[in-house]
């Protein structure tokens, strides 16, 4: 069978204008399925995918579009370099059969991640099915050598941003990946919604966490409370020496940054927050665990907690004692300010190694770029990335 291909740009166009259409801007018509995620610790959440005939859990990512699996044997190595054992790599024991659709000839699959891991391999092809979905003939990545740290459950990866990221490193011209042929195929409306719980008692339980395609995931929001904002091309990060109004990631610019200690003797004790206008592009990173900001909007956070937080090289991460008082913090996106539960702002379930009583800050200094709204940003909100409409759109978690 043909390798499957990106449909032409105006054809494209005509399948956006049409479903965008049909989308209301607070609610899409229907969900065409609901993927039940696992919580890792309020780092990143779980999913199972069925590849022919194996089903196996992978990491989600909204920071990247491949989807790829690891299959024993394979070369583990450690940060240097140095082959060692494949449990050193940490992947589960649920691995995937061989894909049963062919291969993709002369096609090396390269991958590298912010946290310095790398995973390099081949293509080839099989259905998968995810959220009730079935995708026919998919392209698909197979590792065979990599720097991982694992959790021991997971054995790939599901990326969900588009289609240009998978030809970035010019190895492969760019493919559709899963999310992009749902859509592209009529299998489901233009978009996916997360709809992430944070995990308060550290035991990882499933919380109702969902990736919902094509709809809404069943977790209470405040439906007045709707905010949208576009998807930014790629162009906007000029670290990423990218030209053009091509989509890439969802990076979006907030339309402000509001912060400060709360007075809770005052009628509202919202008032007199500090309102920061600042434009800059931010990724939303389902993949992240932290939010990453620039360094002077931080550090200003950062002097509003009572104890402010000093940064741990040994934890790799901003600490804060875990009984201090923690400011407000929020994105503003139109005329909604969704804020970060004090749950996200200092997560007591993430403690230093050294004393056990500080708690890390859900807020890092990002020195630079790039920047992201991560996890601790993500599980106060619903958040739904419409690419019918090229746009972002957020409601209040009601309080779990």
């Given at each position: 069978?043909?390798?499957?291909?990106?449909?032409?740009?105006?054809?494209?166009?005509?399948?956006?204008?049409?479903?965008?259409?049909a989308l209301s801007a607070r609610e899409?018509?229907?969900?065409?399925?609901?993927?039940?995620?696992?919580?890792?610790?309020?780092?990143?959440?779980?999913?199972?995918?069925?590849?022919?005939?194996?089903?196996?859990?992978?990491?989600?990512?909204?920071?990247?579009?491949?989807?790829?699996?690891?299959?024993?044997?394979?070369?583990?190595?450690?940060?240097?370099?140095?082959?060692?054992?494949?449990?050193?790599?940490?992947?589960?024991?649920?691995?995937?059969?061989?894909?049963?659709?062919?291969?993709?000839?002369?096609?090396?699959?390269?991958?590298?991640?912010?946290?310095?891991?790398?995973?390099?391999?081949?293509?080839?092809?099989?259905?998968?099915?995810?959220?009730?979905?079935?995708?026919?003939?998919?392209?698909?990545?197979?590792?065979?050598?990599?720097?991982?740290?694992?959790?021991?459950?997971?054995?790939?990866?599901?990326?969900?941003?588009?289609?240009?990221?998978?030809?970035?490193?010019?190895?492969?011209?760019?493919?559709?990946?899963?999310?992009?042929?749902?859509?592209?195929?009529?299998?489901?409306?233009?978009?996916?919604?997360?709809?992430?719980?944070?995990?308060?008692?550290?035991?990882?339980?499933?919380?109702?966490?969902?990736?919902?395609?094509?709809?809404?995931?069943?977790?209470?929001?405040?439906?007045?409370?709707?905010?949208?904002?576009?998807?930014?091309?790629?162009?906007?990060?000029?670290?990423?020496?990218?030209?053009?109004?091509?989509?890439?990631?969802?990076?979006?610019?907030?339309?402000?940054?509001?912060?400060?200690?709360?007075?809770?003797?005052?009628?509202?004790?919202?008032?007199?927050?500090?309102?920061?206008?600042?434009?800059?592009?931010?990724?939303?990173?389902?993949?992240?665990?932290?939010?990453?900001?620039?360094?002077?909007?931080?550090?200003?956070?950062?002097?509003?907690?009572?104890?402010?937080?000093?940064?741990?090289?040994?934890?790799?991460?901003?600490?804060?004692?875990?009984?201090?008082?923690?400011?407000?913090?929020?994105?503003?996106v139109g005329s909604e300010t969704y804020?970060?539960?004090?749950?996200?702002?200092?997560?007591?379930?993430?403690?230093?190694?050294?004393?056990?009583?500080?708690?890390?800050?859900?807020?890092?200094?990002?020195?630079?770029?790039?920047?992201?709204?991560?996890?601790?940003?993500?599980?106060?909100?619903?958040?739904?990335?419409?690419?019918?409409?090229?746009?972002?759109?957020?409601?209040?978690?009601?309080?779990?």
């Amino acid at each position: 069978m043909p390798r499957t291909t990106t449909t032409d740009a105006s054809a494209q166009e005509a399948r956006r204008r049409r479903s965008g259409g049909a989308l209301s801007a607070r609610e899409p018509p229907y969900h065409q399925g609901n993927v039940g995620l696992y919580n890792a610790q309020d780092m990143y959440y779980i999913t199972d995918i069925t590849v022919g005939n194996t089903t196996v859990p992978v990491t989600i990512d909204t920071g990247s579009s491949d989807t790829w699996f690891v299959r024993s044997p394979f070369t583990c190595v450690d940060y240097y370099g140095m082959r060692v054992n494949e449990s050193q790599c940490g992947f589960g024991t649920k691995q995937i059969s061989p894909l049963s659709q062919g291969h993709l000839d002369n096609a090396v699959f390269a991958r590298s991640y912010a946290d310095g891991t790398y995973v390099y391999g081949s293509f080839g092809f099989d259905d998968v099915v995810l959220g009730g979905v079935t995708i026919q003939h998919q392209q698909l990545a197979v590792v065979n050598n990599t720097y991982w740290y694992g959790d021991g459950k997971t054995s790939g990866l599901l990326g969900l941003a588009y289609p240009l990221m998978t030809g970035m490193d010019g190895n492969v011209p760019a493919y559709n990946p899963v999310f992009t042929n749902m859509w592209e195929r009529d299998l489901i409306m233009p978009l996916f919604t997360l709809g992430l719980s944070r995990d308060t008692n550290g035991t990882t339980e499933d919380k109702e966490s969902y990736l919902a395609f094509g709809g809404l995931p069943p977790v209470e929001y405040d439906d007045s409370t709707w905010g949208r904002t576009p998807i930014l091309s790629m162009a906007a990060e000029p670290g990423w020496g990218l030209t053009g109004d091509v989509r890439g990631l969802y990076i979006i610019s907030a339309d402000a940054y509001v912060y400060g200690k709360l007075n809770a003797t005052a009628k509202d004790p919202y008032a007199g927050l500090v309102v920061d206008k600042t434009q800059f592009p931010i990724l939303i990173d389902c993949g992240s665990s932290l939010t990453r900001l620039p360094s002077a909007l931080a550090k200003a956070i950062f002097k509003s907690f009572s104890t402010p937080p000093q940064y741990l090289s040994n934890d790799g991460g901003y600490y804060a004692p875990c009984n201090a008082r923690v400011p407000a913090f929020g994105v503003r996106v139109g005329s909604e300010t969704y804020y970060m539960s004090p749950d996200d702002l200092l997560r007591q379930n993430a403690r230093d190694v050294e004393t056990g009583r500080l708690c890390r800050v859900g807020i890092i200094d990002a020195d630079g770029g790039p920047y992201t709204l991560g996890v601790t940003f993500l599980a106060n909100v619903v958040a739904v990335f419409d690419v019918g409409n090229d746009e972002v759109r957020f409601a209040k978690r009601l309080k779990y």
